[in-house]
């Protein structure tokens, strides 16, 4: 396999048939050793972490593909920490797309003027560009059709197809009585130009609360996937 790229949580290599495999690692993002989903920098190591991300990604993508959502997924490898997904081409340089249903992370910071920790919000998303240097900056509709990073209509699915996979994630956290404030994605155009979620859905990109405690990432796969 030929490697492509060196990602904070994973690494990716492509397939001699054309698929590509990504390697979880045990790194999490955050800062000063602290676990913070919105970071741009790894902030600590979990061991485990890389097999606990993966196990609840594909938890999650399995019940994407019962209710017919598009993913890049195919399956996954558990003890080699793996998973094989299909090719997709990420918007622009990269986008981050985060669904909020409390004011908590970055959007508290910014509107902290008019926002209270932790107030409901009704699954609002925002949209970022993928930029480290520049702090991940967050950008409009017109700004990504104006740009040429995605159209008005694939905004649109885009927003759509993020609420859907967002409320269904909650759904699925709720049923251990536990609490979804915000999740990231990310998605990409498949060979056919369908829109299709990638990466990954694990505690390591989601804020999760049970009786007002957070989880962490490790704790919530095992919460998650106890019988």
């Not at 492509?4 to 800062?31: A, C, H, M, Q, S």
């Not at 920098?41 to 959502?69: Q, S």
């Not at 990504?144 to 759509?160: T, V």
Request: proline fraction near 3%.
């Amino acid at each position: 396999m030929k490697h492509i790229y060196t990602g904070k949580t994973k690494d990716v290599y492509e397939r001699e048939d054309g698929n590509y495999l990504l390697k979880f690692k045990d790194d999490v993002t955050g800062e000063n050793g602290v676990f913070d989903p919105g970071a741009n920098t790894v902030g600590l190591t979990m061991e485990g972490a890389g097999r606990a991300g993966l196990r609840l990604t594909k938890h999650f993508f399995e019940i994407l593909k019962e209710k017919e959502i598009p993913t890049h997924y195919i399956d996954a490898d558990i003890e080699a920490a793996t998973m094989t997904v299909q090719p997709a081409a990420v918007f622009g340089k990269g986008l981050e797309v985060i669904c909020r249903y409390r004011a908590v992370g970055s959007f508290l910071r910014r509107y902290g003027l008019y926002a209270q920790e932790g107030q409901p919000l009704d699954a609002f998303v925002e949209v970022t560009l993928k930029d480290d240097e520049r702090q991940d900056p967050p950008i409009s509709e017109d700004a990504l059709a104006m740009l040429d990073i995605l159209s008005h209509e694939e905004y649109k699915e885009l927003k759509g197809l993020t609420r859907k996979i967002a409320n269904t994630v909650k759904d699925e956290l709720a049923k251990k009585d536990i609490d979804l404030y915000d999740i990231k994605f990310e998605f990409g155009r498949g060979k056919d130009g369908q829109i299709l979620l990638i990466d990954e859905i694990s505690g390591g990109n989601m804020r999760a609360y049970k009786q007002g405690e957070y989880i962490e990432p490790l704790q919530l796969e095992k919460i998650m996937l106890e019988m």
